[in-house]
């Protein structure tokens, strides 16, 4: 049964990172793109509106993921599962309808909708750690997982580009790639309701409530077994996303790269990414602890965030796979640390709330991101949420350096 279930979960997070993947090289440029303003209004004042938009679906994961955690450890992870994708179908369709009007409005009413609702990926993470028997099992699993993240960010970007290309149709606009990824969600949502197996049996009773969101982000950085690691995960992660979503603004500031160029060079990324963390992560776990081995990849992989904004377009296309092939190793073993370190009955919890910390990054990133564009030179302001994410990643990096392994479990069953 694991390993029908898993090939799943496999499937079910790719095709959820297949319409992700659509619609990634759109969101941070969609100003661009189209005008959504009327004259008169400054770059900088459109500069801190998109650190919003962006910052949107994180900030509404951050409330919703650790309560669909809790709530997944409760009734099981199918029927949450199920919810995040109905979620995630109906943010692509009112962000497309949002485009459609120009209306701003409902393009941040899209991504609150999807990001609340966006505890799919946890959820799934959590249906992994209940099938997976050892740390070392869980450390491969996860980086398959890992691996559909890649690949679906082959797929998603290449059908994106292909959807927004008016060159192959005169159909196809900046509104199609969000229609296909609300059919990819539809499509996913069916096969999760029809075809994956309950993998929590062992269900609890926990009470659950929107503080229960504050009460955990305060545990995570004061639970003194586990404080380290969720302070290197927000770090590296506060960083990292600087990179991801402002990396699309950097392409086509310097590079002038068109919307479906930009999706292409992110097929090209993700091709490494699956090599990183469907081959090479689940080699490596085999050998070194995950600890250890984000002791090793995180320093070259702040070295690298920074020289990305030094070099030409030939040496990004060099770069960027030993960059992919670095950060392949962060969230695997991130959150084989997590789960490794706390009881089976909690691992729903833990990711959950692993997950709240990453979205409080991603939150805080594009805010932040929105901002550091209109300091120095407008003109080449693009440039500077990428120089901030290498020092945050650098400084994650210096934490990771004293995390240390629980030797007995933790339970979140005393704090209920």
């Known amino acids: 049964m694991n390993r029908k279930t898993l090939t799943l979960l496999f499937f079910t997070v790719l095709i959820n990172m297949v319409g992700l993947g659509i619609i990634i090289p759109f969101v941070p440029i969609i100003f661009k793109l189209k005008n959504f303003f009327p004259p008169g209004y400054s770059a900088q004042h459109i500069n801190i ?95 398959m997982i890992g691996a559909a993240f890649g690949l679906g960010f082959i797929i998603g970007p290449a059908i994106g580009g292909i959807l927004s290309d008016t060159t192959i149709s005169p159909y196809f606009t900046t509104v199609t790639p969000f229609v296909a990824a609300a059919v990819v969600s539809l499509i996913n949502l069916v096969m999760v309701a029809f075809a994956l197996p309950e993998t929590h049996t062992q269900r609890t009773h926990r009470k659950v409530s929107i503080n229960y969101t504050f009460v955990n982000i305060k545990r995570a950085f004061t639970f003194k077994q586990l404080k380290t690691v969720f302070v290197a995960l927000f770090l590296v992660n506060l960083g990292w996303v600087l990179f991801e979503y402002f990396f699309q603004v950097f392409l086509y500031g310097k590079f002038h790269l068109l919307s479906s160029h930009i999706a292409y060079l992110f097929v090209y990324l993700g091709f490494w990414i699956v090599l990183s963390q469907g081959y090479i992560v689940r080699k490596v776990s085999h050998k070194i602890s995950a600890d250890k081995i984000l002791k090793i990849t995180l320093l070259p992989t702040a070295i690298l965030l920074m020289t990305v904004i030094f070099v030409d377009k030939t040496i990004l296309y060099f770069l960027l796979p030993v960059l992919a092939i670095f950060t392949g190793f962060t969230q695997p073993n991130f959150s084989a640390i997590l789960s490794d370190s706390t009881e089976k009955h909690s691992q729903g919890e833990i990711l959950g709330i692993r997950q709240s910390v990453v979205s409080a990054a991603q939150a805080i990133a594009p805010l932040a991101g929105g901002f550091l564009m209109n300091v120095g030179n407008v003109a080449k302001g693009y440039q500077n949420p990428l120089i901030a994410g290498s020092i945050l990643a650098l400084v994650g990096w210096l934490f990771i350096l004293y995390v240390k392994i629980p030797k007995q479990k933790i339970s979140f069953a005393e704090n209920a």
């Open 49 to 143: 509106i998109l650190g919003f938009l962006l910052a949107a679906y994180p900030l509404a994961q951050f409330f919703g993921a650790p309560l669909l955690g809790r709530i997944s450890d409760n009734v099981g992870r199918k029927k949450i599962l199920s919810l995040s994708l109905f979620g995630s179908m109906l943010g692509y369709l009112i962000f497309a309808w949002g485009i459609y009007q120009s209306s701003i409005a409902l393009l941040f009413v899209s991504r609150i909708v999807d990001g609340f609702t966006g505890g799919n990926i946890s959820v799934a993470m959590a249906s992994i750690a209940d099938i997976s028997a050892d740390e070392k099992a869980k450390v491969r699993n996860f980086g």
